[in-house]
């Protein structure tokens, strides 16, 4: 597997070697190719080389004023996951603003809210640069003491997540719902959902389920989790969302709202074979289809790592909740078209 790692180099001193490309030329090529093992380089045409140093490390400026170090490396897939314990643990992950993420365990985890908690010092960096004159230095460093501000509540949000998805990623499977972020984003929950990053969150989760030979799968964002009684299955039909706690009708088991969505996510990623890339998902709701991510590979991906087409069962049992439900839809339908036939 490949990785990209940016590596800071906040010093001023390495800010200017970073700068200085032709150092790094000379020191990587000029004095490669005096060496005997790698004197076959001066028959090679000094752009080729060019071009395979620019692709090997690339320096990156970001708006704050910092220098990154970019490069890719290649990991060893069995060293990975021989780091990881082996388990066959399947924990389900309901996200939410008031608490980041409610596991199927009962834990909750609070949500840190980097950006509200930084909010009046970046509502004083725009209103200083806002009164600055355009194009005077004065607002060139307004400016960068703003991309400052936001930097560090985006570097803050992304360590979090880090930390929280490697935690997660050491159960042998995970699973989350397939959020419509890009429309909860229109609402007038926007600055809260664009807070909590629950995208970066998901795809973090994702790339460490191939890094480590666990598997990740997104339920579809039809399923309804939070109206169904994880107790005997009897749907009450939507809530509020101000109700936490509710009283299913017909077993009248008291559930909390978040953990109860929870376990129904767990259940409908089903049961794991540990230390086995397939995981059977349907694919569920109005044209939504549910992702799975195989990372041993199957002949149904082409034997790559990936996420399978329409999150179809791979290697497991078809599960009987949710399909009985489908299959008797689609023998009515079949009954139904015979009949006017």
Known sequence: ???????????????????????????????????????????????????????????VKDAAGRYFASFVIDTDPAADRARMPETDRTVGIDLGLTHF???????KIDSPRFLRRAEKKLKKARRELSRKQKGSKNRARACLKAARAHAKVADARREFHHQLST?????????????????????????????????????MLEYRAKRYGRT???????????QVCSTCGHRDGPEALHV?????????????????????????????????????????????AGGVVHP??????????????????????????GWAAVRARVEAAVTSNSNHV
Not at 27 to 56: F, M, N, P
């Open 1 to 59: 597997m490949q990785l990209r790692y940016s590596f800071l180099y906040p010093d001023t001193g390495q800010q200017r070697s970073l700068g200085k490309a032709g150092e790094l030329s000379t020191r990587l090529i000029t004095e490669a190719e005096r060496t005997a093992e790698r004197c076959r380089l001066g028959e090679v045409s000094a752009v080729v080389l060019q071009q395979s140093l620019r692709d090997s490390v690339t320096v």
């Open 101 to 107: 993420a409610v596991l199927s365990d009962g834990t």
């Open 167 to 203: 935690r997660l990623i050491r159960d042998q499977a995970v699973a989350v719902e397939d959020l419509a972020v890009g429309g909860l984003a229109r609402t007038r929950l926007a600055r809260c959902v664009h807070d909590a990053g629950w995208s970066q969150f998901v795809g």
């Open 216 to 226: 990740f799968v997104k339920i579809d964002r039809f399923e309804p989790t939070s």
């Open 244 to 288: 936490k706690v509710w009283t299913c009708a017909a077993c009248g088991t008291v559930h909390d709202r978040d953990i109860n969505a929870a376990i129904n996510v767990r259940t409908a990623a089903g049961p794991v074979a540990p230390h086995r890339g397939g995981v059977r998902l349907p694919a569920r709701g109005r044209g939504g």
């Open 296 to 321: 041993q590979g199957d002949r149904a991906t082409g034997g790559k790592p990936g996420a399978h087409p329409g999150g179809l069962p791979i290697g497991g049992a078809l599960p009987t909740k």
